[in-house]
Each structure stands twice: as C-alpha cells, then as structure tokens.
C-alpha cells in the first residue's frame, strides 16, 4: 500500500468504519446485494460516494470487508487456545450466539446467490474472507498436530474449512432451522473432531 492510500484510508475513523460496516450489512438485509449501490450507502451513512470509493474502491470490496468485520471477535483464531482442539472449536463456535448466527446465516445464503452472478464479489470474498480464515483454520490445526492431537497426515486436515462451513449452511437447508451453539456444538464433536482422529470425551 502507498503512504498516499494509506493516508486516504486513514481518514475514517475505527468508530465511523464500524458505523459504515453496520449500515452495509442492514442494506444487505434489506435489499439484498445486487440491488445494493453505493449511492444508497452514501445516503443512509450520510458520506459522499467519493469516501466511500476512496476507502473501499468498490462496492465488492466493501461488502465483504462489512461481512468480515461483523465476525464477533474478527476472524482471530489465534486468541483462541484452550490447550485442546475441541476445546478450540468451541470456544469459537460459542463466540456467536443463537441470533447473531441465525442473522448471519440468512445474509450469507443471500451473498452466496449473488457470489455466482458477481466475479468482483467472488474475488473479494476469496481475499478478505475465505483465505484469511483458511489460513487461521490451519494454524489452529497445526497446534493440535503439535500437541500430537491431529496426525499430519490426516486428509481430512485440507477440508477442515469445509466441514465447518458446510454444517452451518446444511443447517438450514436441511433441516429448515437455523444454525445454533447445540447444534454446531454437536456437529463437531459428531462429525469435524472424529474426521481429524480426535477423541471427543
């Protein structure tokens, strides 16, 4: 990054970002992604496109970036470590509750659509989402292969980030109910921790 676009992205303060992020994520609710434009976040943020454009570059960006930052805690796995991989996937799971999951599923289900139809969207979910977490799924699980928890060669390592998506999504889809902390609590311990060759008791 230039110090001349480091110093425009400064311009917001953390407290004005969270602000923006929120409205983002209420227009998403509301409107859903392709009927969201950045004149309309202008307008309920009350800031010029300009800002917005300046400090995001795009609409893409912006959601994903709105989408990222309502992760309680952010992504930071790292601040996770309770000695244990199930004790890991806990706490990280009880970090949301029943409600803000149940919202997050909805506005997810709703970007997945779009993800399919918007390269920019993909791309940006892939560099401020997808990766990010990927990257800390594998340091978590690198701490239990060092804890002698996890065999490192285990193939069920590489689908760690799909395991984990993928019964938060199945959640509803199936069972037409959204994600809870019982359920996912469940679901690790049934299905991601004897995958990995971790005992559950």
Known sequence: MTEVSAA??????????????????????????????MDAVAARTRSSKATLYRQWGGKAELVAKAVRHSKPGGIGLDEIDTGSLKGDLHALTLRSDDCTMEQNSALMRGLA?????????????REHLVEPEMAEFRRLVQRAIDRGEVRP?????????HMMLGGFAARTMIDEL?????????????????ALGVGTD
Do not use: C, W
Request: proline content about 9%; overall charge negative; cysteine-free.
């Open 113 to 125: 659509m779009a993800v399919h139809g918007n390269p920019d969207l993909l791309k940006a979910f």
């Open 8 to 37: 425009r992205r400064s311009r917001i303060t953390p407290e004005r970002e969270a602000e923006l992020y929120e409205a983002v994520l209420d227009l998403l609710r509301e409107v859903g992604y392709d009927a969201l434009t």
């Open 153 to 161: 060669d285990n193939p069920a390592i590489e689908f760690m980030m």
């Open 178 to 194: 959204p994600p809870t902390q019982s359920f996912l609590l469940s679901y690790i311990d049934a299905v991601v921790l004897p």
